[in-house]
């Protein structure tokens, strides 16, 4: 593994319900007595069932930390894919790919555009296997 990702360290310290040994971010921003569940619920993203691989997860986070926008998590998002194993480019990409999402969501609600119309052509352009 290429780092512990912060998820991965949370969950591991919130084994026992140590929400006291969380990083002071945690423990002093959030209610003492949800922030052991809130840790767990976050690590379990990461744990062994997660079908999502870290570096994929991790540029996923990246994208939504900057279109919230939020400064910590942009922080953090991008250290924890750049320990993932992440490149400059896939971070640029994630970061994108995102701005790009949010635009035409701008675009598509500002004009009010009909979503069962949008739904329907966009699904006709890209039928599902059997659907074709």
Same mark, same amino acid.
């Given at each position: 593994?290429?780092?512990?990702?912060?998820?991965?360290?949370?969950?591991?310290?919130?084994?026992?319900?140590?929400?006291?040994?969380?990083?002071?971010?945690?423990? /002093?921003?959030?209610?003492?007595?949800?922030?052991?569940?809130?840790?767990?619920?976050?690590?379990?993203?990461?744990?062994? /069932?997660?079908?999502?691989?870290?570096?994929?997860?991790?540029?996923?986070?990246?994208?939504?930390?900057?279109?919230?926008?939020? !400064?910590?998590?942009?922080? !953090?998002?991008?250290?924890?894919?750049?320990?993932?194993?992440?490149? /400059?480019?896939?971070?640029?990409?994630?970061?994108?790919?995102?701005? !790009?999402?949010?635009?035409?969501?701008?675009?598509?609600?500002?004009?009010?555009?009909?979503?069962?119309?949008?739904?329907?052509?966009?699904?006709?352009?890209?039928?599902?296997?059997?659907?074709?």
């Amino acid at each position: 593994m290429k780092g512990l990702s912060l998820a991965a360290a949370l969950a591991f310290a919130t084994t026992g319900a140590l929400a006291q040994d969380a990083p002071a971010f945690f423990s /002093e921003t959030y209610p003492d007595h949800a922030l052991g569940p809130a840790l767990q619920w976050y690590g379990a993203l990461s744990n062994e /069932e997660a079908e999502l691989d870290t570096l994929t997860r991790g540029l996923v986070m990246v994208g939504v930390s900057a279109q919230i926008p939020c !400064a910590y998590c942009v922080h !953090a998002h991008v250290r924890n894919a750049r320990l993932a194993g992440a490149t /400059e480019g896939q971070i640029r990409e994630a970061v994108a790919a995102a701005g !790009a999402v949010r635009m035409w969501s701008t675009v598509f609600h500002g004009m009010a555009y009909d979503l069962d119309a949008f739904k329907e052509e966009f699904d006709r352009m890209r039928p599902l296997a059997g659907q074709e």
